[in-house]
């Protein structure tokens, strides 16, 4: 069965050839730091953080990396991280929505706004864009991990919607409620997860000519090199 196509998707093909390599270890490592920080340091006992941990380990984020990270969310009092949704439409009026993670949201307001307006766009208010998009719990195993048949069968076993299959991983779509329940079913079967999150998938997808999909790439690119974001979302059709 064919992927759903979004944003999100593109990046994580991309994700372990990126030149920006630094940036993902950053992004995960401050992911592990803030889940910490806000449940408890074991990641036995916090789906967020246990998550993030899978998340880093499927990047090759060195293990001693991933506990400094844990550790620095005992040590760091002075940082108060905040997830913040920002949306609004970029070239060719594509609907997107951008999550962050800062520790300064009037940066991280400025640098956005400042993006959306260089490539012809504008930042909007919260549910300005969100109506275009529904939010769904989405979890990414490895392809070697199990056949698509097998894993249409732990799909439906573990309370999940629907399971789709490309050539690089599985991607599982549940209610976003129920999202470590169903990953905590998985992991009984399941060792290599790519990524357990909850995200925005688009109700319709649009399509657009070649040249408008380069402009659109060019920018959803750089949104996502911002140090502040976590992760893009767009109804483009790429």
């Not at 593109?10 to 806000?38: M, Q, W």
């Not at 620095?72 to 949704?85: A, F, G, L, V």
């Not at 949306?87 to 400025?110: M, Q, Y």
């Not at 208010?125 to 732990?154: C, P, R, W, Y």
Request: glycine fraction near 6%; aromatic fraction near 6%; charge should be neutral.
């Amino acid at each position: 069965m064919a992927g759903h196509s979004h944003w999100a998707g593109i990046k994580h093909k991309k994700g372990r050839a990126d030149k920006v390599r630094s940036k993902i270890f950053s992004k995960l490592s401050r992911e592990i730091t803030v889940a910490a920080k806000l449940g408890d340091i074991d990641p036995d006992m916090n789906a967020r953080l246990r998550s993030a941990i899978q998340s880093a380990r499927s990047a090759n984020i060195p293990k001693e990396n991933i506990q400094r990270a844990i550790k620095k969310s005992e040590n760091s009092t002075d940082s108060n991280y905040e997830n913040i949704r920002y949306e609004g439409f970029g070239p060719s009026k594509i609907a997107v929505i951008v999550e962050t993670l800062t520790d300064n949201k009037n940066r991280t307001a400025s640098n956005l706004r400042t993006i959306f307006e260089k490539n012809g766009g504008n930042l909007g208010t919260q549910g300005s864009a969100s109506h275009n998009f529904q939010q769904v719990g989405i979890i990414k195993i490895e392809k070697s991990e199990a056949s698509e048949d097998k894993m249409l069968e732990l799909t439906i076993d573990s309370g999940g919607n629907e399971c789709f299959s490309n050539n690089l991983f599985h991607e599982i779509h549940c209610d976003k409620s129920e999202i470590y329940n169903v990953k905590k079913k998985l992991e009984k079967n399941i060792s290599n997860f790519l990524s357990t999150e909850i995200e925005w998938v688009p109700l319709n997808k649009i399509d657009f000519p070649t040249v408008d999909k380069k402009e659109i790439v060019n920018f959803l690119e750089t949104l996502d090199d911002d140090d502040d974001v976590q992760s893009v979302y767009t109804n483009a059709n790429l």
